[in-house]
């Protein structure tokens, strides 16, 4: 058993990083049984989901989408805020419910960055007897050894590393979309931002080999994909760790030179955005008008007591710079309300923040205290009523500016990647514009895969509704 230590991952020092391939070969242990992923949190979770169910396939198991019928089910977790802890023990809790009722051999398995909280393991070491296994973030290629072990012994299996691993290329990945894909340029975060929990459970910044970047982009356009959005939990820091010389610009500018369609990426640090990275998203048709650039706060005070390195100044700086310089572009970002300290005047600067900036839309987040980050032990000044309170005004002055930049797009013909059929009426399609609206577009089902031209005929705070123009 190799359980994660919260301590450990906080003494890392800059270890070198070895890249390695990866060439695991099993028998096919899966064939004839199906398996099931649920994915909580962000976009890197979402591609290592894909990672875990390639993997799966390739040892014969296929997918299904009720737990009723799977003889595997995988939780890839998020450590985030609590209520994503929630959701994930209250999963576990249906379960257990299927394995004492209908099926006893149902294997359970843990991995994201749950597995990687100390205390979380020892809370399913003591009262989740009937998980598995667990994978830390840090060992996902060895998912294939943990489930075989556990498969031939009985035993639960728990491997965490608590100080991250090698990079893994090529892990075999069954890719959800087969026209928009991701590809890992960053692994982990260096910011320590004190109320995050990232930098602990993902471990320290390791960039990814521009060749490897490079080459999976080129495969991905060979294979008719049109769109890639480029991963990291801090994209602006690539190459810092690795590179004297080469850095998010060059690497923007070499993907761009691969002639894909379309090229996204999340999510950005002010901290780390230079203006040679603005200029080159302003001078590439191919590098989409969106960013997403997290601000956390509107006060000085509180920016610094969450270790953001940037004030309210510099962060507007960088703003008007990327809409100066980035015809179209549409901007979002992520606020916390009610960080330990936070005064009315501090929320107060905060909406006049937002007033300033007219964000395309943002995700707002009560604090949530996480164990063993320096926030946590930090006395919490805010009541949960207040915390509410001040996320629903909030919101209300985000979905005013949400609403007021969209509707300045109505009339508009602006280009669509259709992705598929829209969720709230079959009879539609659905797509994204280039500053990463959502559309929902009258059209027929043949215009998925495609860029086409679609008329903006109405819209509303989150999303748009429009027609192909032949
Ligand atoms: N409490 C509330 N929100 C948080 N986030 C990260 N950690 C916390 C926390 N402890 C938010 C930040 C980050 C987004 C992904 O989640 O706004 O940008
Ligand atoms: Fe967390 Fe800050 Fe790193 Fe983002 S930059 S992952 S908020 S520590």
Not at 201 to 209: A, L
Not at 416 to 442: A, R, W
């Amino acid at each position: 058993m190799k359980k994660p230590n919260m301590k450990n991952a906080r003494l890392r020092g800059k270890e070198e990083v070895s890249y390695v391939n990866y060439d695991k070969q099993f028998d096919k242990f899966g064939k004839n049984k199906h398996y099931y992923v649920r994915t909580y949190g962000c976009q890197m979770n979402e591609h290592d989901s894909e990672k875990i169910c390639g993997m799966l396939q390739s040892v014969g198991y296929t997918p299904c989408d009720d737990v009723n019928n799977a003889d595997i089910v995988i939780l890839n977790t998020c450590a985030i805020r609590e209520n994503a802890h929630d959701k994930v023990f209250g999963f576990l809790g249906v379960l257990k419910h299927i394995k004492d009722t209908t099926n006893p051999n149902l294997l359970v398995g843990i991995c994201g960055c749950m597995a990687q909280e100390e205390v979380v393991v020892d809370e399913i070491l003591k009262k989740y007897k009937y998980v598995d296994f667990v994978c830390g973030t840090h060992n996902l290629d060895n998912l294939l050894s943990i489930i075989k072990s556990k498969i031939e012994t009985n035993n639960m299996q728990v491997e965490v590393l608590s100080v991250e691993g090698d990079i893994v290329e090529n892990i075999p990945v069954i890719r959800e979309s087969k026209y928009s894909a991701w590809v890992d340029i960053i692994y982990g975060c260096d910011k320590f931002c004190t109320y995050c929990i990232v930098p602990y459970t993902r471990g320290s910044q390791r960039s990814r080999k521009k060749e490897d970047i490079i080459n999976e982009v080129k495969v991905l356009k060979d294979t008719g994909y049109k769109e890639v959005t480029l991963l990291g939990q801090n994209v602006n820091a690539y190459g810092k760790d690795l590179y004297d010389d080469y850095n998010l610009a060059n690497l923007l500018s070499d993907v761009s030179d691969t002639g894909i369609d379309r090229i996204r990426f999340v999510t950005s640090h002010p901290w780390d955005f230079t203006e040679e990275m603005v200029d080159i998203i302003a001078s590439r048709d191919n590098i989409m008008p969106y960013i997403h650039l997290p601000l956390q706060s509107g006060s000085n005070r509180i920016l610094k007591l969450m270790n953001r390195r940037y004030t309210k100044e510099e962060y507007l700086k960088l703003y008007n710079s990327i809409r100066t310089k980035v015809k179209d572009s549409s901007i979002t970002t992520d606020i916390i309300v009610g960080f330990p300290g936070e005064t009315e005047e501090d929320f107060n600067e905060t909406l006049d923040l937002v007033n300033k900036c007219k964000f395309d839309g943002a995700f707002t987040f009560a604090f949530s205290p996480r164990e063993n980050t320096p926030a946590a032990l930090m006395k919490e000044t805010v009541s949960e009523e207040v915390k509410m309170d001040r996320l629903h005004r909030l919101n209300e002055v985000v979905n005013k500016y949400s609403n007021n930049n969209n509707s300045k797009m109505n009339g508009k013909v602006v280009k669509c990647l259709v992705t598929s059929l829209s969720d709230k009426d079959k009879t539609k399609v659905c797509g994204y514009t280039e500053n990463m609206k959502l559309v929902n577009i009258k059209g027929s089902k043949d215009l998925i895969g495609k860029i086409v031209d679609v008329k903006i005929t109405d819209t509303k705070s989150f999303s748009m509704d429009g027609e192909y123009c032949k």
